[in-house]
């Protein structure tokens, strides 16, 4: 189900399959992780039993939140690495509830086609950048939770698990990235954080923005 299902009962449904605390827990951690959870890991971060992290992780499969897989958890191949264990990782499949239906995308569409035509990138960064210079955040990764962005520290930078525009991103890539950036520049603006940097340095699943320190800090 995708955002063009805004307001289907599905959608309905598919979230409250959230309203369970400990499913919604276990759900929390399979998300925020940066690889496949197996039912022992997601059982210990939930402080559950594995059986009973089992049930709402396939569950939340049979919801549509979650993927499953199996492999091997030991890395090994071969005879006596042991049987392929189930896996799960957070569906990238979006879920949206509009009461009544809104269609924010189209909308979005027809704006991106509008700019393309007028030649209007460098006034849509401007203005991307403004928005990002009214945030109220005292510190950036309090801005960027705020945002959907999930941040998360990779060595000496700041990566982007999520992508809060990433069905528009997939069909406006060049647009939507450079717009996104901006907005990221803004929000350092009204941080005042001149140590550190955003730019662009796609990874598959994830945000296309980076920061980082700036050289010499």
């Not at 299902?5 to 400990?22: F, I, K, N, T, Y």
């Not at 039912?39 to 569950?59: N, P």
């Not at 901006?182 to 980076?210: F, N, Y």
Request: aromatic fraction near 4%.
């Amino acid at each position: 189900m995708s955002s063009d299902d805004l307001g289907h009962p599905d959608a309905l449904d598919v979230l409250g399959a959230l309203r369970d605390p400990v499913r919604r827990a276990v759900y929390d951690y399979v998300a925020g992780q940066g690889h496949e959870v197996g039912r022992d890991e997601a059982a210990r971060a939930a402080g559950v039993g594995r059986t009973l992290a089992a049930f709402h992780l396939d569950k939340l499969v049979e919801a549509g939140l979650l993927e499953s897989d199996f492999r091997r958890l030991s890395g090994r191949t071969g005879p006596g690495s042991g049987r392929p264990a189930k896996v799960y990782r957070r569906s990238p499949v979006e879920h949206q509830v509009s009461l009544p239906p809104r269609d924010y995308r189209t909308l979005a569409l027809v704006l991106a086609e509008a700019l393309d035509a007028l030649g209007g990138e460098e006034a849509a960064e401007a203005a991307a950048r403004r928005v990002g210079e009214r945030a109220k955040a005292s510190e950036l990764r309090e801005a960027l939770r705020e945002r959907g962005y999930e941040p998360y520290d990779d060595g000496d930078v700041v990566r982007l698990r999520n992508c809060p525009f990433h069905m528009l991103a997939e069909e406006r890539p060049l647009l939507v990235c450079s717009l996104n950036l901006a907005l990221c520049e803004g929000l350092l603006s009204a941080l005042g954080d001149r140590r550190v940097t955003a730019r662009l340095e796609p990874r598959p699943g994830e945000c296309c923005v980076v920061f980082s320190k700036n050289n010499g800090d």
